[in-house]
């Protein structure tokens, strides 16, 4: 039995694609792109294609990624995410799976590993590996742990050709990232016609989605593919404009996703605000400018057709149920309903920055941060009580993060600045 007089108790939040590796790599592309825009800017240099992908990952061993996940995945879940999508694009080697793998198991939440590709090096197995990975570690339906198959389209039709033969072969989901801006467009519209070898179905989820034609978007809504938004860094890193009114339009609704820690923070709080704020300015600005030239009223009626304002228990649902439904643990989680397993986010409405409580979901959403996140329960297991996290040492942690972050600059010959561009 739990006092919950004065919390707000909710569904543990859902994270449909997060890079857990990339810890050790915390706020190191606070200012980065996407890729070189070829301005010389402190956005472009260092920027993340060249940076996190092209110089950091390859140095990363396997201890390292098991560190870098675990680290991540007890961050989240102290801040009340007890599910993740973890798209680690680390998969060097099948230890460096393993590492991944065993990261998410230890850190006692639920989460869909992602087997995505590594740096390619000879020894590499992606996507063949997927079948043992299967094997060895997700035999069981019975466990937090699940899999998904990455099947990434820009590595060409070869390789995703057969990733996703192979996931379907083993009954797994397939994601893949989406983005316009980095020359995805092409091949999307070319399996939207059923020119591209694969086809779309309800088991793929497409991230970001951004800068896509109008006929991939309606033949993947027709197909039942699914949609993850990264609100934050879709809009700082140039992924182009979160496409939440064409997710609108068609009648779809996405679940959230944090992406990057090089470049924004993790928690829920975060993503639900973007969410939130950005769909709202975009609403109001095309109704501001359905203003009649000349009128006397410079706040007009929303024209016929005008997109719905986005309300804090959509965002809500997008953050939980939706996140669930999207990697298939929609039978497990995402709403507080009997039978489904108890992932269960105990949060403080007494506290400072939400007290007096006037509005249960308004408060979550426009008030909460992960200050508020005081119990966290996953599958009935408590794993924070009043404020600390149970069964973990952040402190030793902490300081084998910090070796590995040190083994990963000095290896790539980076040096660390805490005070870039100065
Ligand atoms: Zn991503």
Redesign the pocket.
Known sequence: MIDVRGRIVVPGFVDT?H?QFETALRAQLADGLLIDDGSGSPSADPNYAEEVLGRFAPAYRPEDVYVNELFAGLSQLDAGVTTVHD?SQIHHSPEHSDAAVQALFDTGRRAAFGFFEGDGRPGARYPEDARRLRDQWFSSEDQLVTMVMGGELHLGRQVYTRSWATARELGLRISA?SVGAFGQRAVHDAIARGAGGVRVGPDNLF??MTGMSDLTWQRFHDAGAQVSL?FP?EMSMRHGTPPILKVQQLGMEPSL?S??ETTMSADPFTLMRSAFTLQRMLVNEQVLAQEEPGSANPYPVPAEGSPHLLTVRDVLRFATANGAAHLGLGSRTGTLSPGKQADIVVLDATALNVAPLNNVPGAVVTLMDRTNVETVIVAGTVRKWRGRLLQADPVRLRQALEDSRDHLFDAVGVPRRLFPHG
């Open positions: 694609h890079h798209i990232h991230i970001h990264a860094i996703s992406d990057v």
